[in-house]
């Protein structure tokens, strides 16, 4: 094995140097930001989505719908339960699994997918999960029909939701259904990829990174036949982005 | 190569520069700027060149116009690297690039892509020739100088920017893959249905004109100085005219 | 992989020949260049984000043992471990060490080209792990025993008919061939079994970010996600160049990878992660692995003239806007870098002797200059390792010019020096050629120009100069 230091001190020698050098000395690119500027950075990122929300919800609609979501735009809750019903109906979908998002008990996700016949469960944690528990979960994700999450965040320049595994969040819920429904509040649409990263940046200054983040756009695709582009390969072939109006 | 295998080039230039009312001074003891050689590895055999180049031209004032992106290229670019750990000669040959033009790039920026007012009844389509669309950053301005012409008729070419496969010496040392590339340029040139092919550097001209021979058809393939030279009723002599 | 880069002249022959591949390959041009220039045209600063790109890689570049080192006491602080592998053998043998160790049955592979460098695949398989590619690209690669065609792109080369074979053994040339979505509907099907089943999982990282000892995974088709989810073991390894310096570059380096890959705006998929599921999770892997290779690149690195190289995302843009890959494909370039930026890091990290002809397969057009997102200046590196064939490498054995090839450019220069040799010169070509020119123009002329009249005419040297042309006209020839 390659000794770590050796290593490095290799590299340190092939840049003509004999020591490391700490590099914010000289930084000029965006990294190096002060604490107080993430933290600014990050608050306006939040008060810009709760201020042009109406803006950001008619953005990301259009930029998701580009790039293969389903939207659909519902007025009020009970309009956003049966637009999940509708969909659950339409796959004839047996058996749905959500995550424990808030929005979803607002919508009563639960009675609009049950009065279709389905069987609805929350992926949560039980606090001591251990290998067996694990592979339950997994099998259970892969032979569900449809998966419903809230969304941690939108991005409006790209049509994107943003999800933060957790307890009660699983990482498979968005991906191993065949069917992936996001749901969507007012105020949770951020402008750009450089608002999300500000927040991501902001949350680890302050020790509270996620243990890992997933951005997703669109329903799985690949191009790699002939350069045809097929939607859904290994994730859900189908996206639906259900958004709430302001109320 | 424009003084000894297409000399009208260098003829048309001048009618050009003339027609603009510019006085023209051609250094008589110019060769070469030294690109072919330190494009083929052999930097110790274009530095003496390239330093003659330096040393002659440093001896004229005013601006330096070459009709070929590619040398201007050379001397702008490249001289840099060719002159490495010699401070002296990279301060000389910076000094030199300021006043030193491409051809179309020297008239679109002190006289404007519409200060030639000619004259000439054909279809031409335009090639952009790579060194001088990457190297120098002139893009659409030939195009606009050869719309202001009269009677010239100009049909877009798809895929323009997309290098002919010249290249110097790769068209020699991988003919096979070089031919290739001029194929796929030569049936978008004929797809035109141009009676001719306007392009701003002379190795360009000569391999798209190579290769249009071969396949036996008749468009012209002209430098842009040529083009322009006949536009304003110049008296140079083409090539194509002997 | 072990490079055949020797091949180029004989591979890109029999490529030029194939009409199938000339065919397949020009989706690279029509989809993914296209794409690139459309995307860039969409993204109003998108020039600002190249200059800030090749900001933060020449700044990463520039500190690397610093962020090395920090990207490797973060990811051990978020519970991973770390491996330093000075060459792809000792990368190899770590991971198959692993999964030896964890008692591995199945593998799953996604897309890395620096695994590509390791051959790992195929050593892990004759390990006696089920090892699979999961990219339905690589995946079809794996199927036909290929290396990769392209970076974001591996089997751009195969038509449908070719891909139906692969997927399904008893398919006959009689059938009609199935469509693309048939096709990639039949890779579903075998693939979700897998990663089922699959127990570890080893992915390459597009960026790694120092300062959190986060890894990013782009993907379009989940495969990315399936392998940082299901196995209980996760290995991810890399370049040591794939650093950014801080979570907010990745915002910048996103953007500019994915525009110039694919032209979209953002990938289906992008994922971070910072190590091994967090406690509270229902799932991802118990065991993350970091491994860290520099098979070579360090040689890229001491040189400040190849230093820049490091600054690849690997978005396979030079490789669509070069004319020669697209004649002569991916496969030509014989190692696992293919087109422009193949040309200047395989004879680097493999050899210059053997990849000396790669540097010479470029008409210097500038257009994957032009097409990198990061601003390498690939012609230029192009132009340091023809010097190094030609006379400027130390070592002999780099320095394959042929002593004709020097006497040619010995009298080119002697030529050169003098007007009146200049002009004596031309007139000794112009003697030498007279007997095969007609009307101005040569059909055939004997070495070294005989490579160029095999496929085009050749213009004659003019009777007159244009020096002498000129001195009855200009009343001053200094």
């Known amino acids: 094995m390659a000794d770590r230091d050796q290593f490095i001190s290799k590299v340190t020698e092939a840049l003509g140097r004999t020591s490391i050098i700490d590099p914010s000395l000289d930084h000029a690119t965006a990294g190096f930001d002060s604490a107080e500027t993430i933290r600014t950075n990050a608050q306006t990122a939040i008060s810009d989505a709760r201020e042009y929300s109406t803006q950001l919800a008619d953005e990301v609609a259009l930029a998701a719908e580009t790039i293969g979501w389903k939207v659909h735009r519902a007025s009020n809750a009970e309009d956003a339960g049966s637009i999940i019903a509708g969909i659950c109906e339409e796959k004839s979908a047996k058996s749905v699994l959500r995550s424990s998002h808030k929005v979803l008990d607002d919508i009563v996700v639960d009675k609009a997918v049950t009065s279709t016949g389905a069987n609805i469960e929350t992926t949560a944690h039980d606090g001591k999960y251990g290998q067996s528990e694990i592979e339950e979960s997994k099998a259970k994700a892969f032979s569900t029909d449809v998966g419903i999450t809230g969304v941690d965040y939108a991005i409006a320049e790209t049509g ?80 639906h982005l259900v958004i709430l109006g302001e109320e | 190569m424009v003084d000894q295998v297409a000399p009208s080039v260098g003829e048309c230039t001048v009618d050009v520069l003339e027609y603009l009312g510019l006085e023209v001074v051609f250094v008589k003891d110019q060769t070469c700027c030294g690109q072919p050689a330190f494009n083929s590895g052999f930097r110790s055999e274009a530095f003496p060149v390239a330093k003659r180049f330096v040393e002659l031209f440093e001896s004229v004032e005013g601006p330096i116009v070459v009709p070929s992106g590619s040398c201007a290229a050379m001397v702008r670019n490249f001289y840099k690297d060719l002159f490495r750990g010699d401070s002296d000669l990279i301060q000389r040959s910076s000094r030199l690039s300021g006043r030193l033009y491409e051809f179309t790039e020297f008239i679109s920026k002190f006289f404007g892509t519409q200060a030639i007012n000619g004259n000439l009844k054909t279809t031409a389509t335009y090639h952009k020739c790579c060194h001088l669309l990457r190297e120098i950053g002139v893009d659409e301005q030939p195009v606009e100088m050869l719309a202001t012409i009269e ?81 304003v009723g110049g008296h140079a002599k083409t090539r194509h005219a002997r | 992989m072990k490079p055949i880069t020797a091949n180029f002249r004989t591979k890109a022959a029999e490529t030029l020949e194939d009409q199938q591949i000339q065919q397949s390959i020009e989706h690279v041009y029509t989809g993914f260049f296209k794409g690139r220039l459309n995307a860039a045209a969409d993204t109003n600063n998108w020039e600002e984000l190249r200059t800030k790109g090749k900001a933060i890689k020449d700044h990463t570049i520039a500190n690397l043992d610093y962020y090395l080192s920090q990207l490797a006491d973060n990811v051990e602080k978020n519970g991973g471990n770390v491996f330093f592998a000075d060459d792809a053998e000792e990368a190899r043998q770590h991971i198959i060490d692993i999964a030896h160790k964890r008692n591995i049955k199945t593998v799953i592979k996604s897309k890395s080209m620096v695994s590509e460098e390791m051959g790992l695949a195929e050593a892990m398989n004759k390990e006696g792990f089920e090892t699979i590619e999961t990219d339905l690209g690589e995946y079809i690669i794996q199927l036909a025993n290929e290396t990769p065609y392209h970076l974001i792109a591996p089997a751009v080369h195969k038509s449908r008919s070719d ?15 199935p469509d693309a979505t048939e096709l990639t509907m039949m890779a579903r099907e075998k693939l979700r079994g ?55 570059d990745l915002s910048t380096m996103l953007r500019i990878l994915i525009r110039s890959a694919t032209g979209q705006r953002i990938s289906t998929y992008v994922t971070m992660v910072n190590g091994k599921r967090t406690v509270d999770e229902e799932e991802g892997p118990e065991e993350f692995h970091l491994v ?52 200047i890091v395989s004879p680097v990290l493999t050899g210059l002797k053997d990849a000396n002809n790669l540097p010479n397969a470029s008409s210097l057009c500038g257009a994957c200059h032009d097409a990198c997102p990061v601003k390498i200046n690939i012609p230029r590196m192009l132009l340091e390792l023809r010097y190094r064939t030609a006379e400027g490498s130390t070592d002999p054995q780099e320095r394959t010019s042929s002593a004709k090839e020097r006497g040619v450019w010995k009298a080119w220069r002697m030529g050169m020096m003098g007007r009146s040799r200049f002009d004596l010169g031309a007139r000794l070509v112009a003697t030498a050629l007279r007997p095969f020119t007609r009307k101005g123009w040569l059909k055939k002329a004997p070495p070294p120009i005989s490579g160029w009249t095999s496929t085009r005419d050749f213009p004659a040297v003019a009777s007159k100069s244009l020096r002498s042309r000129l001195s009855n006209r200009l009343r001053r020839v200094k």
Not at chain 1, 212 to 238: F, Q, R, W, Y
Not at chain 3, 165 to 177: G, R, V
């Open chain 2, 151 to 231: 009677g010239l008729e100009l049909k877009p070419l798809e895929r323009a920017d997309v290098c002919c496969g010249f290249g110097g010496s790769f068209s020699v040392k991988m003919p096979d893959i070089s031919s290739a590339i001029l194929d796929e340029k030569l049936d978008f040139i004929e797809a035109t249905e141009a009676a001719a092919v306007v392009a701003a550097d002379i190795g360009c001209v000569f391999q798209m004109q190579g290769g249009l021979r071969r396949r036996g058809s008749e468009i012209q393939v002209i430098h842009i100085a040529e083009a322009l030279s006949r536009a």
């Open chain 3, 292 to 343: 860290i290779m520099n098979n070579g690149r360090l040689k890229l690195l001491e040189d400040e003239h190849s230093r820049e190289a490091l600054n690849c995302i690997r978005c396979g843009a030079c490789l669509n806007a070069c004319p020669v890959y697209r004649k002569v494909g991916g496969h030509a370039y014989g190692w696992v870098y293919p087109g422009p930026i193949g040309a």
């Open chain 3, 163 to 177: 891909v139906a074979k692969l997927l399904d053994d008893n398919f006959s040339d009689s059938e009609p061939i």
């Open chain 3, 194 to 248: 897998v990663f089922a089943r699959a127990d570890m999982s080893v992915t390459g990282a597009n960026f790694a970010v120092a300062e959190s000892g986060s890894i990013a995974l782009v993907t379009n088709e989940g495969n990315g996600r399936m392998s940082t989810t299901v196995p209980r073991v996760h290995v991810a390894v890399m370049g040591l160049e794939k650093i950014v310096p801080s979570i907010q």
């Open chain 1, 160 to 239: 994107t939701v943003v999800l933060h595994p957790r307890s009660g969040l699983s990482r498979l819920v968005s991906l191993a259904p065949p069917t992936h429904i996001a749901v969507l509040c007012p105020g949770e649409v951020l402008a750009s990829m450089d608002e999300l990263f500000a927040m991501e940046r902001n949350d680890f200054i302050n020790g509270e990174l996620s243990g890992s983040m997933n951005l997703i756009s669109g329903p799985s695709k690949t191009a790699d036949i002939e350069g045809t582009t097929v939607t859904g390969i290994h994730g859900p072939l189908e996206v």
